[in-house]
Each structure stands twice: as C-alpha cells, then as structure tokens.
C-alpha cells in the first residue's frame, strides 16, 4: 500500500498539526500535573560537545540537537536506556521482547544502521550488524545523553546518516563522596548500584558498579515461560590534569548480561517458547584522551580507543542456535582546534579506524578506514548569525573512497527571541563486516549506502524563561540501500528511500513548582523501490510530561502515544498504543532518598516489534544514599 503523503499539502496531516498546536497552547495555562519522563527543557547556558566537536552553547549550534540531563535521567528512576529513549517523540525504540533483548532505535525514520552511537565520544557501532544494542546500558553513571539530528558525517564519518546519540559519562570531582541504590519490584526484579567519586586539584575519579536481576516475561507474545535476564556492569573514569594547558582522561567500562531467548516457529513464521536458547554477552570500552593548549590559539586532542563484544548463542535443542560472534573496534583520533578570532573556529583532523569481526565458522575479517575532516564555525553580528560548513574524506578498505559535506545557519532575532536553524548535507553509510563476508550473502563490489537531506526549524520563546516551542521540518533522501537481492539471495544495492517530517515541541514552568513539556513527530516515509512505507516506522508519536517539584519532593507523570506502523516482519500494521507511567521520589533525611515508579498504569497491550511481547503495569520502588 502507497501511503505517501505530502505532509506540507495534506488536508489530514494540517488537521493533526492544528489540533497539537492547540493542545500545546492551552498546556502551559493547566492546572493539570503531567509529569515529564523525558528530555529536561534546556537551559540557554547548556553546552554540548556533539554537533561540532566544540564546546558550544546549545542554542548557537546550527543542528537540531535535544539533551537529556542526568538530572532529568535520574528523576524518571528507570532501570535501563531504552526506557529513557522511548520519551524522546524523535526516536522510536524497537524491544524483541523482555529485558535484555534486542533493542535498537531508528532517528527519524532512518534504519538503525543509520544512527551512530558513540560513548565518551567513542564509536560502540557493532562492526558486523552496523547497529547498536542499547538493552543492556545502565543509566547510573550518565552524564547526560546529546541527540544530534541529520547527517553528521561530516564530522563522524560513516553510521552518521539520520544523527548521532552521544552517552556521556559522569565524572568525578570535589570531596570523595559514596553513593549506593537498591531497587526491587515486578517481575521478580532487584538492582543494587553503587559508586565513588571525588578528586582535588589536578586528579579526579569516579567509578560505578550495578547489577540488575529479573525473572522477565516471555519474550514470545504467544509464549508462557518468562525468560529472564541478569546484567553487571562497572564503568569508570579517571582524569588528571596538571595545568590549564595539559589534560588526560582514561575511561573504561566493561558489562556482562545473560539472556534468556525464545526461537522461531517456521510454521506459523512467529517467534515461540523456546526453554533453553540463552545469550550470554561480554562488552568492553577502553579510551585515553589527551588534550594540549599548545597555543593560545591552538588545542590539540588525541584519543586512543578499543570497544570489543563478545555474544555467544547457546541452545542444546537445535542445532542452529548455537554460536558466537566476537567484534573488535580500535581507533585513533587526532583533532586540532583552531581559534582564530573570537569568531571564527575551524576544527580539523584525521582518523584511523580498525574494525574486526569473527563469526565461528563463517568469517573472520577485519578491514581499515582512513578519514581527514574539516570544520568551520563563524560567528557574526554579536553572535546573531552562525554559519557552520564541514568537509570529509573517508577512504574505506572496500567500498572505496568517499567525500560528504554540510552547511548550516543559525539566526537569531533578539527583539523577537526567535530562533531560525537551517542546514543541509550528505551522509553515506560502509557496508558491515556480515555484508561483505557471510558466507554466500556477502558481496564485496557493495558500494557505501548515501544520503541527502535539508532542514528547517524555528524556535521561539513565547515567555523568555518560561514558554518555548519550535517547529522543524526535514527531508531525507537515502539511495544504494543494502538488501537482499530477491534473486541472488545476497546483499546488494537495490533501495532507495525518502522520509519527510515534521517535529514540534513546547515547554512551559506553570508555576515555580510545575513544568510541562510535549512533542509531537510526523513521519511520511516511502520505500522507492516498492512504494511501501518504511518497516516499524509510525506515522506519529506525542509525548507529553510534566513534573512536581519540590525541595524534597519530585512527582512526574507521563505519556507516550505510538501510532500505527507496518511490520514487514509479521506483514501487517501494528496498532497504535498509548503508555501512561508514573514516578516520585522523596528526600527523607540527609544524603536518604526513597523512590519509586509504575510503568504501563492502564496495562496496555502493545507490540514494538510483530510477534514479540512487552511488560503489562508493574510497580517498582527503592533508596538512594549517599555518603
């Protein structure tokens, strides 16, 4: 079915704009408490170090970028990543089940190959699927999270087609300081974490370890037995830093998770009880940083990283389930800052990447990337117009070289406290290890997949301080897609694809306790080659949220609407689905914090993915203290 739709001209997608408009222009003005479990509004003195590689404040920067601070993070009191991305009305987080499974995340309506993932700035991209799986990141020692929009290949090479999620780590610093959680709940659940931190002068540290245990549901929507899953993680970080001009930073992070998995039912093509197919996974992150102030007018970083995974498949009752996959990534970075004026900074740089893949008995390959970047930021008329313009050349082993751009504006009109973003670039995509060399799929004379898009938003303070909205419209052209010859029954360049949207969001402080935030996101997606729209893309998403807060007091309430979107998997749409959850924590005494939350209050039945299972109401509650 040809479900493309001009949403600019289309009477039905008007209708849906008009009747969001109005909803966000009453919201600020309830006296309603809707709680926010997503991204914090953020304040004008935010800075982030994505969209260009710089320290820069949020709303100088020309991309369309949302932050999740880890405040924000910290109130929502949620066990894994994916639940605090499933707030974010841009992102549509995809669960193969219960806790632990795969889950991946498509950035406005790109595939999840189309989105890099970094850690500290490190690419955690696995290096044989292109994708990430975030079900098994803790968000007990996150920083905050930075979600840059639109190709960014420029700066970040190949992945970088629909943006880049950057999960940025706590650091350490002042007093030492302890901090310990346990929470329990539903599901058999328990998670205990805990973490030291501090640092003086010139050293700082900090270092976290969690667990987290639960009995799970089936992951099957047919199935009955519960498989469950148990994860361990300790992350640290460790900086020192003898002057101004000298500064190094080791980070590291190592995890082990055990996932129980149900198989596949040939029969009926749906995924079914499966009693003992179990995952087990290693993942390991180890970088070093160093920065050098060489000049007043010359900054100098080199980074060192490796990011390994290990995943073994285990089933004694078929012969198919059982193997193993071990992925390697090493990098090396060399980024020079170049402050020319106090308006003009141009950023400029190479990379070498290595990356690695072995599937035990298929394949065991590895392959190098070879990249030089160039970035330009101006600054003019107090700062009222920002022009950004980059450039990059990656030479990849085997799909060749290959060179993507971007420009971009941001303008500022004080007297009106409007905001006007637009920008536009290329971003391509290398094909994976499994791509080029499994056995009688892969196809070495692939070519990069590649990308074009254009955007334009506005954002406007309608109270400074008080009420903001924007309204962002993008298009994203996508071409030399990797699938499945339906003939050859290997990989090759047969697809191409264009996604239109619309993103709108508003914040409002009701009152000195009372914050409000919704989000609305329109996507029109269509595949050129069938005519189809896009596989577990919907067609829109709102979220709305809002939060009491207090001195020793923090109430949210939430609300996510996922509308209806075709599953190519089960060939069938996919009902849309409201969730409505509950959170609140309450400082009992010095350094004691008890919370809790409900997740899916009204119990409502769902499927993020055909054929796989998602939790009903659950209720979960624990203490924090610190030391």
């Known amino acids: 079915m040809n479900t493309t739709l001009h949403c600019l001209n289309s009477r039905f997608c008007v209708k849906r704009l008009l009747t969001l408009f109005i909803v966000l222009a009453i919201a600020p003005f309830s006296t309603i408490s809707f709680a926010s479990a997503q991204e914090k509004p953020v304040p004008l003195e935010e800075v982030i170090v994505t969209a260009t590689r710089l320290s820069e404040p949020v709303e100088e920067s020309t991309s369309d970028v949302t932050v999740i601070t880890g405040e924000d993070i910290e109130k929502m009191n949620v066990q894994l990543l994916p639940d605090v ?72 090479g190949s992945e970088a087609m629909a943006g880049v999620i950057n999960i940025l780590t706590k650091k350490g610093g002042g007093k030492i300081r302890g901090d310990i959680s346990l929470e329990a709940g539903s599901f058999g659940s328990y998670a205990p974490s805990a973490a030291i931190s501090g640092g003086e002068n010139t050293v700082r540290y900090r270092l976290t370890a969690g667990h ?91 980074t060192l990283s490796t990011s390994r995974e290990s995943l073994k498949f285990t089933d004694p009752d078929t012969e198919f389930n059982n193997y193993r996959i071990d992925t390697r990534m090493d990098t090396i970075d060399w980024q020079n800052n170049f402050y020319c004026s106090e308006g003009y900074t141009v950023t400029a740089g190479a990379e070498f990447r290595n990356e690695t893949g072995e599937n035990k008995g298929n394949f065991d390959e590895s392959l190098t990337n070879k990249a030089l970047y160039l970035n330009n930021v101006i600054r003019l008329f107090n700062r009222d117009l920002i022009l950004n313009a980059g450039l990059r050349y990656d030479d990849h082993a085997t799909s060749g070289s290959k060179t993507t751009y971007r420009i971009g504006a941001l303008y500022s009109y004080r007297p009106f406290a409007v905001r006007i973003r637009s920008s536009y670039g290329t971003g391509f995509r290398a094909p994976t290890l499994n791509e080029l060399f499994f056995p009688f799929y892969g196809n070495l004379h692939l070519k990069p997949e590649e990308s074009t898009s254009w955007e334009i938003g506005a954002e406007k303070d309608i109270i400074p301080g008080k009420v903001t909205v924007s309204l962002t419209y993008f298009d994203q052209k996508y071409k030399n897609l990797i699938q499945t010859d339906p003939v050859t029954w290997s990989a090759a360049n047969i697809a191409e694809a264009e996604i239109r949207g619309v993103e709108t969001n508003a914040s409002a402080s009701v009152a000195e306790n009372i914050s409000i935030k919704a989000g609305y996101t329109y996507l029109d997606t269509e595949d050129k080659t069938t005519g189809q729209v896009l596989t577990r893309r919907p067609k829109d998403k709102i979220t709305v949220s809002s939060q009491f807060s207090t001195d020793k007091m923090n109430i949210m309430l939430s609300y996510i609407f996922v509308g209806k979107r075709y599953d190519a998997s089960v060939e069938r749409y996919l009902p849309s689905y409201s969730l409505v959850g509950m959170s609140g924590s309450y400082k009992a005494g010095k350094g004691i914090t008890f919370f809790g939350r409900i997740e899916n209050l009204f119990d409502a039945d769902y499927e993020e993915a055909g054929g796989y299972n998602t939790p009903g109401f659950s209720v979960y509650g624990g203490m924090r203290v610190s030391l």
């Open 212 to 302: 987290l245990s639960t009995d799970g549901i089936s992951a099957a929507k047919s199935g009955q037995e519960r498989d469950s899953y148990r994860n361990s993680f300790v992350s640290g970080k460790f900086g020192i830093q003898p002057s101004d001009a000298v500064e190094f930073e080791i980070t590291g992070r190592y995890s082990y998770d055990r996932t129980e998995l149900d198989g596949f039912d040939f029969l009926s093509m749906l995924p079914s009880d499966d009693d003992n197919f179990v995952q087990r996974r290693n993942s390991f992150l180890l970088s070093g940083k160093g920065r050098v102030l060489l000049l007043p007018v010359l900054e100098e970083f080199l």
């Open 85 to 156: 991305l499933r707030t974010v009305p841009e992102l549509n987080v995809v669960q193969n089940g219960s806790t632990g499974t795969v889950a991946t995340v498509l950035l406005r309506g790109g595939n999840s190959t189309h989105t890099l993932i970094l850690i500290d700035g490190i690419r955690v991209n696995s290096t044989t699927t292109g994708s990430f799986d975030f079900s098994g990141i803790s968000p007990d020692d996150i920083e905050r999270i930075e979600i840059v929009k639109g190709p960014q290949s420029t700066i970040y």
